[in-house]
């Protein structure tokens, strides 16, 4: 499951993610960071059922946490399965079946919204 | 009864009489070559009568001409807005050509020409605003309506350049992403791009123009269409052919006409377009059954500014469509930008037309002429060069002096830019005003010029053209670029004044 998890250095004065993996004993794996001098978010995957002790983990360490379902979404009608997103993601979420039909593996997704902008067909975006 | 094609040839009525039968055998470009390798040559010409072929992607060269019906009073309509994307009007009065790639003057490159024509193949109304300066016979100055398709005299579809024999794909040696028409290209070759449906493209099943040519029937948008002739730029003495191609726009459908925008490019339109090819000869037969092993273009680099763009190596469609390639002993991921399932759709449609008897087959009026070849521009005004602008007193440093001595020296030389020198005069660095600021305002044991100065100096040559360096200056953020022989000797400087001076408006320093 992924879990993005958001902080300001106000309230967070830890290694938060490495406070939590010692803590709670469950690898976390950091798929994405973006880490400013006053704040930062961090986007984790856990396994599933790990999510919940992690989660109680971080708040109790003074971050906010949420859940991410679905992040990339496709519009079937506007997609053409081009394929110009395929070779952008960092990931490979993106690739053909046998019939040359996009497919997408989500889980694989760390939201860097590369393929958003690649799309030429305006096809891709996040689902908030 | 097939025995008398044993001459080895097929005429085009005979292949005619046979779709109006009902007895044609017709086959897609991608089941071709699987037919031929098992029947042989001869048998494949006498058994199928039709090749499809097919492709789905970016064609900018796109556009439509307009008769819009007059207006009362009438008027000569001389500039032409549809949805503020603004179309050519200076042909007859109400009539006018939209450009696909055409960006309209409210939403920049979220809406263009190609959205204009797929709203009104949609059925979305579009606003037609136009003005003139008013004539005796066309007394009106302004019109402004709204218009579906329905309500135009003519919408015919005309692409001036299409169907590209051959594409490059593309990659990117620089260290950073470049938006371009071949899509989002990552630094240091991180993916190539291409486009093309290989063995369903059409002109690569027919590449000596046997069947491809003037007043051939094709598939365009959905609907019947004609080869006007060879396309504009079309270059066939070097594998580079391209088709002009016309349809009827008011019979077109969005599932092959599709807006689509290149980030950082601009506007674009997707178009299916399709060929049948009459399997009249043996040649026919050869060239139809090639296979995506036997396609091969370029990988060029479009790191590199200029029209020569150096190939990097060549590659066949087989490996393009695999999705990974090698280059330069790295695995690098592909994909295209156009799409192969589309590309299948309209051949397999083209198919299912001529099964039905619903398109005539026609050889060319007028045949390709397969010893032109397109120039580059003769530009008679030569670009400028680095060397024309720059400024040639340039006060440099060595990485040994101390920050005072550089502090002294930019006070001096009324510049901001100190380029650092080795001990042979070669390029290593480059120091700033604010570089040596820093240093003198927080003194610590940093006191030669080597310790503040950046060691990453973005360059330029004497003979670059100023508009690649005014580009550098832009992306990098800074305001001198140090002009180095090729011995990194520095013999200039360029700077944001220089290119002012210059550039003027274009280029705002
Ligand atoms: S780039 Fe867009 S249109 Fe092309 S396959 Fe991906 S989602 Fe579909
Ligand atoms: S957001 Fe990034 S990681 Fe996710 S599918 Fe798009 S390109 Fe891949």
């Not at chain 2, 002429?369 to 397109?374: A, E, F, L, P, V």
């Not at chain 2, 520095?490 to 002012?500: C, D, E, F, R, S």
Request: net charge negative; with cysteine.
């Amino acid at each position: 499951m992924k879990l993005m998890v958001s902080f300001s250095r106000k309230k967070v004065s830890e290694p938060i993610i490495a406070r939590a993996v010692m803590d709670t004993g469950v690898l976390i794996n950091v798929e994405r960071a973006r880490i400013e001098p006053t704040e930062g978010d961090v986007l984790i995957d856990v396994p599933d059922e790990s999510a919940r002790t992690v989660c109680m983990k971080m708040r109790e360490l003074g971050a906010t946490v949420s859940v991410l379902r679905d992040a990339i979404i496709r519009d079937e009608d506007e997609c053409v399965d081009c394929g110009a997103c395929i070779s952008v993601c960092p990931q490979e979420a993106f690739s053909f079946d046998s019939d040359w039909k996009l497919s997408l593996d989500q889980p694989r997704c760390v939201l860097c919204g590369r393929c958003i902008q690649a799309c030429p067909h305006g096809a891709l975006s996040l689902q908030k | 009864m097939r025995d008398k094609y044993s001459t080895m040839e097929k005429s085009i009525d005979e292949i005619n009489t046979r779709i109006h039968d009902g007895n044609a055998r017709v086959v897609t470009a991608e089941e071709m070559p699987d037919i031929v390798a098992e029947l042989g040559e001869e048998a494949a010409l006498r058994e199928v009568d039709v090749v499809t072929t097919g492709t789905f992607g970016a064609m900018c060269s796109s556009g439509a001409f307009f008769n819009f019906g007059h207006a009362d009073p009438p008027i000569r309509m001389e500039r032409v807005w549809l949805n503020d994307v603004e179309a050519y009007g200076g042909i007859a009065a109400v009539d006018a050509y939209i450009g696909a790639t055409q960006q309209s003057t409210t939403q920049g490159d979220r809406y263009g020409g190609a959205h204009v024509i797929e709203d009104l193949i949609s059925g979305r109304s579009i606003e037609l605003r136009a003005i003139s300066r008013g004539t005796d016979c066309y007394p009106r100055r302004t019109v402004t309506t709204n218009l579906l398709l329905e309500d135009f005299n003519d919408a015919t579809m005309l692409n001036p350049r299409n169907a590209y024999q051959c594409y490059n794909a593309a990659t990117n040696s620089t260290d950073r992403i470049l938006h371009t028409y071949m899509g989002t290209l990552l630094p240091n070759c991180g993916n190539v791009s291409y486009s093309g449906a290989g063995v369903l493209s059409p002109l690569a099943n027919d590449p000596t123009y046997r069947v491809i040519g003037s007043g051939v029937p094709i598939f365009l948008g959905g609907a019947q269409g004609m080869i006007v002739g060879e396309g504009t730029q079309s270059s066939p003495a070097t594998g580079f052919a391209t088709l002009m191609t016309t349809g009827d726009l008011t019979r077109m459908s969005p599932d092959y006409i599709r807006a689509a925008t290149f980030q950082g490019y601009g506007v674009t339109m997707y178009v299916g377009l399709g060929v049948p090819l009459p399997v009249t000869d043996l040649t026919v037969v050869r060239s139809t059954a090639v296979r995506d092993e036997d396609l091969t273009t370029g990988i060029v680099d479009y790191g590199v500014p200029y029209r020569d763009r150096p190939t990097l190596r060549r590659i066949s469609y087989a490996e393009l469509k695999s999705g990974r390639i090698e280059l330069d002993g790295e695995e690098v991921k592909t994909s295209s930008l156009s799409s192969y399932r589309k590309a299948r759709e309209v051949a397999e449609t083209l198919k299912n037309w001529v099964e039905m008897g619903s398109i005539d087959l026609a050889l060319p009026t007028r045949r390709v002429d397969r010893t032109r070849r397109t120039h580059p521009m003769r530009e008679t005004n030569l670009v400028p060069r680095v060397r024309e602008v720059m400024e040639t007193k340039v006060v440099c440093i060595t990485e040994d002096e101390p920050i005072t001595e550089a502090a002294l020296k930019l006070l001096r030389g009324e510049t901001n830019h100190l380029p650092v020198l080795n001990g042979d005069h070669r390029l290593v660095g480059i120091v700033t005003t604010y570089d040596v600021t820093k240093a003198v305002a927080r003194p610590d044991d940093r006191v030669a010029v080597r310790d503040v100065m950046t060691r990453k100096v973005v360059r330029t040559t004497p003979e670059e053209a100023v508009d690649i360096a005014a580009q550098k200056l832009d992306r990098n953020n800074i305001s001198a670029l140090p002009v180095v022989d090729p011995q990194n000797r520095v013999i200039g400087m360029l700077t944001a004044l220089n290119l002012g001076k210059l550039l003027g408006g274009r280029w705002k320093a």
